[in-house]
């Protein structure tokens, strides 16, 4: 069965800094993209960063270049998403998802398998 399980997420102030999880079971841990996208309440799901488990390339959006790194522990079968120097609008649900095609990069769509997602407040 497979599980993309994110977490880490919690209450932090602006400039502050969280680090969140994606523990990924039931699928090798090769061959596939982990996107990380977030929600805030009443706005669209939009992508925020990738990487390839394959080659290990990432992707940021510009919001957050600078700010958030993307990486993998393999001997946890885990993508983490270090977060500094949070805003306020950083604040929503994140989730990870798997792109198994290489190729949706942030397009929401082309991913099969979603996490449950995980909150990040930010306060000014």
């Known amino acids: 069965e497979v599980q993309l399980q994110a977490s880490g997420g919690g209450l932090v102030q602006a400039g502050g800094s969280l680090r969140l999880s994606c523990a990924i079971s039931?699928?090798?841990?090769?061959?596939?993209?982990i996107g990380w996208f977030r929600q805030a309440p009443g706005k669209e799901r939009e992508g925020v960063s990738l990487i390839n488990i394959s080659d290990g390339r990432t992707f940021y959006v510009d919001a957050v270049k600078g700010r958030f790194t993307v990486s993998t522990d393999n001997t946890k079968n885990t993508v983490y998403l270090q977060m500094n120097s949070l805003k306020p609008e950083d604040t929503a649900v994140y989730y990870c998802a798997r792109d198994l095609s290489l190729v949706a990069g942030t397009d929401a769509g082309g991913y099969d398998y979603w996490g449950q997602g995980t909150q990040v407040t930010v306060s000014s």
């Open positions: 039931g699928i090798a841990f090769d061959d596939y993209v």
